[in-house]
């Protein structure tokens, strides 16, 4: 059972969360991004998750939570090959940006909150963390990603990751309700 002190800690970090996508997002309103630009957010977006999932491989002993990171694992990683192949095709090279940048930082956070969390608690908030950062991730591609991206093979490579991001979430929303 979470503390007060628990429940506010979490809210914070959620609250954070919903500042980071409003900044991912208005970043829609104030310029453009590039395919290169889109590409890196990509591939950090499914990096960060990859990296939480190990976090869970190493810390968790519930089935369900090791089953979902192992899915994280498995179709994050498929989807930075996938975008790997077709940058690598198009010959464009990721370009770092404020976006990817803000990710990374919140990540970092994010890791080490994982990674200090009394054993007793992991599971649950990994779970949520899930929950909350395919929400934002699903915000971005949806309202900035994929109307940004401007060559048309992007364009459908984020179109289809889209329903696997979905998945996700929805994963991640029955275990939370079995926890």
């Known amino acids: 059972m979470k503390t007060i002190f628990q429940k506010l800690l979490i809210l914070c970090i959620l609250f954070g969360s919903g500042l980071l996508t409003s900044t991912v997002l208005a970043q829609d309103e104030n310029s453009s991004l590039t395919d290169a630009e889109i ?36 179709d994050h990683q498929m989807v930075i090959d996938r975008a790997v192949d077709l940058v690598t095709r198009l010959g ?34 990994y779970v949520e963390n899930e929950v909350a950062y395919h929400e934002k991730v699903i915000a ?20 289809e990751v889209l329903p696997v991001l979905e998945g996700h979430l929805e994963h991640a929303r029955m275990i939370g309700k079995n926890h």
Do not use: C, H, W, Y
Not at 140 to 159: F, M, S
């Open 39 to 74: 590409a890196s957010i990509a591939v950090v977006a499914n990096q960060i998750d990859i990296d939480f999932a190990e976090i869970a491989k190493e810390r968790s002993t519930d089935e369900e939570v090791l089953g979902l990171a192992r899915t994280m694992a498995t």
């Open 92 to 125: 464009v090279t990721p370009e770092d940006n404020a976006v990817s940048q803000s990710l990374n930082e919140e990540a970092r956070a994010t890791r080490e909150r994982l990674r200090n969390l009394p054993q007793e608690e992991f599971d649950e908030e």
């Open 140 to 159: 971005a591609v949806e309202g900035l990603l994929i109307p940004q991206a401007e060559n048309k093979e992007l364009k459908a490579l984020l179109e």
